[in-house]
């Protein structure tokens, strides 16, 4: 059974930083384009970084470009998003997301969250001093 499970959230000062995990279970790292996604209430699901299998391409939204940093860990079948620099606006539950098809439909200057089949539950994140 393949299962995403987000793991890091919490509570951290703005300035701080905190790294999610995805614990990706029967998923294979060099096949899957994996992703994470955040949503705040009222707002839609907003793509914030993807990374394509083989990592040969890593996306980022302009909001958390140059702060946040997708990777993957093959040996512990994990993704993980390294999040700096964090502003009280990054308040969010973070989402981990995979999905199959052609990289530029999921993994592109866009990430839509409809190639996306498989979720993870969540977990939140609360930037506040």
């Known amino acids: 059974q393949s299962l995403l499970a987000e793991s890091g959230g919490g509570l951290v000062q703005p300035g701080g930083s905190l790294r999610l995990s995805c614990a990706a279970s029967?998923?294979?790292?060099?096949?899957?384009?994996f992703a994470w996604f955040r949503q705040t209430p009222g707002k839609e699901r907003e793509g914030l970084s993807c990374?394509?299998?083989?990592?040969?391409?890593?996306h980022y939204a302009d909001s958390v470009k140059g702060r946040f940093t997708i990777s993957r860990d093959y040996a512990n079948n994990a993704i993980y998003l390294q999040m700096n620099s964090l502003k009280y606006e990054d308040t969010a539950v973070y989402y981990c997301a995979a999905g199959w098809g052609p990289v530029p439909d999921l993994c592109g200057v866009e990430i839509p969250e409809g190639p996306y089949t498989y979720w993870g539950q969540g977990t939140q994140v609360t930037v506040s001093s």
């Open positions: 990374i394509s299998f083989r990592a040969y391409q890593t």
């Open positions: 029967g998923f294979d790292l060099d096949v899957a384009t």
